[in-house]
């Protein structure tokens, strides 16, 4: 059983990718499976993440013998949670949270919870929005790396 407050592997996953894109020269285009190679990540599923991303206008994509992936901004200009909210939607800690709030729950209106849930859900907003991609960028992705390279072996460095 999956816990609610755990992240999914698509928002895991679409971070690894935008770390590793975020990690690469701005003129630099990454073909997907380099991206799925270097980032440990199931290729058939970075497909469809990266067009998320570049419907979401996180990334730009570009066809061809040379084609491949590039942030759509600079990296300093993308937070953990544009990159959150454009593969799973707008984050919500409850659902007294959401813009449906007083449908989605009976009790919002008294819970002494909502408080708790309310500023639960600011903190951990501030510090996704506060987080750019540039911080999260690594120089050992710069560097073609030997087939097989996990996350754990790039993270570690």
């Known amino acids: 059983m999956q816990h609610p407050l755990r992240i999914s592997r698509k928002i895991e996953y679409g971070m690894r990718a935008m770390i590793f894109l975020a990690s690469q020269p701005p003129e630099r285009t990454v073909p997907f499976r380099e991206i799925a190679r270097r980032m440990d990540v199931p290729q058939d599923f970075l497909a469809k993440i990266l067009k998320i991303l570049v419907a979401g206008k996180l990334v730009r ?64 907003l501030e510090v996704y929005r506060g987080t750019t991609l540039d911080t999260l960028a690594m120089s050992d992705l710069r560097a073609p790396q030997a087939e097989g390279l996990s996350l754990a072996v790039v993270a570690s460095a």
């Open 61 to 124: 994509s570009t066809r061809g013998a040379h084609g491949g992936y590039t942030l759509a901004k600079p990296a300093r200009e993308l937070s953990f949670l544009d990159v959150i909210e454009a593969v799973e939607g707008p984050v919500n800690v409850n659902v007294c949270q959401g813009p449906d709030r007083h449908d989605a729950c009976k009790m919002s209106r008294g819970c002494t919870m909502y408080g708790v849930w309310q500023l639960g859900q600011e903190r951990m």
